[in-house]
């Protein structure tokens, strides 16, 4: 047998190579391609997140028109807010808690705990539920009133309870004094009537300035109502001043807590516009009730002097 000569020795080594070649080749591509691809993308792009400042936007004269400002953001649920609240409260409610006075041994007569009122007291309810039905309606829908039916923005919507809430806080600082010079008759029936003529006006005219003239108006009137109303309870004769506020102010929170959803009831069939005229009838109510505002001193209130409740607070 002849040996092979050396050129058939290269040729056969050649060969081989190539077939190592190829069979790499075909491994890369086709056995491992995928994994290869994924490798050579990660080293030719790569990506990072480079936080930096815009930079200030200026105008040709070189002012500034826009630039960066940092913001910090703090984001509470509803749960760790009204948790956090009711923790406050309690709190305050231990530690304050011991400072209430004492109760004055014999001071009264052991009473009921629950005992009908007197007429007397069920008509200053009333006048008080009357009232308080206002100030429940202003304080949910007079935004609602002037974003939907007078149209405006939300802005200028806010302002209506705003300036409700800022005219009864001064009425109610000048209350006193309203009260010495007037009395308590005449300065609830002219609360009253001033409060139904403000909504009034905000109702029939369809115009912001008015309606928020209209909202203050309204404040104006019954910012004095409560503390009188809850005074003149506590001079009812037959009751003891505690007893004879807690009845006017438990019919007259009522009204608060239960006029705003019926005002909502009734908006749904008629309109909001038309439901508000609910307010004004209590209010024109409040005037004919008015007479019920004055203090009333009894023979059998002769020891137990009437704890004067300041006009200026809102007495609860």
């Not at 019954?222 to 009845?247: D, E, H, N, Y």
Request: hydrophobic share 55%.
């Amino acid at each position: 047998m002849k040996a092979p000569s050396r050129l058939g020795v290269v040729h056969i080594a050649l060969a081989l190579f190539f077939v190592a070649i190829v069979a790499k080749a075909g491994q890369v591509q086709i056995v491992n391609g995928s994994a290869w691809r994924a490798r050579a993308g990660r080293q030719q792009n790569a990506t990072r997140d480079i936080p930096g400042p815009r930079g200030r936007v200026l105008d040709e004269s070189g002012r500034i028109m826009a630039q960066n400002q940092e913001k910090v953001r703090l984001d509470v649920t509803p749960r760790a807010h009204l948790g956090t609240l009711a923790l406050i409260v309690a709190v305050a409610a231990l530690a304050l808690g011991r400072m209430l006075l004492e109760p004055v041994a014999g001071a009264f007569a052991p009473q009921r705990l629950l005992v009908r009122p007197p007429r007397a007291l069920l008509v200053l309810g009333a006048a008080a539920l009357c009232t308080l039905l206002a100030e429940g309606s202003a304080a949910d829908w007079s935004a609602t009133y002037l974003a939907h039916s007078v149209r405006t923005t939300a802005a200028v919507a806010g302002l209506g309870y705003a300036m409700f809430a800022l005219a009864m806080a001064t009425s109610r600082t000048l209350g006193d004094r309203l009260n010495h010079r007037f009395g308590p008759v005449a300065l609830v029936r002219a609360g009253g009537a001033l409060a139904a003529c403000g909504l009034t006006a905000a109702l029939v005219a369809n115009s912001v300035p008015v309606a928020l003239v209209g909202f203050a108006a309204m404040g104006a009137g019954v910012g004095v109502q409560v503390p009188l109303l809850f005074r003149a309870g506590g001079s009812t004769p037959g009751m003891s001043p505690s007893i004879g506020v807690a009845a006017v102010s438990t019919i007259g929170w009522l009204g608060f807590l239960a006029g705003p959803p019926a005002i909502g009831l009734a908006a749904g069939a008629v309109g909001l516009r038309a439901a508000l005229g609910i307010v004004v009838v209590a209010l024109v109510t409040l005037v004919f009730l008015a007479p019920s505002a004055s203090p009333r001193r009894g023979e059998e209130h002769a020891t137990h002097p009437v704890p004067e409740i300041p006009t200026g607070a809102h007495a609860g």
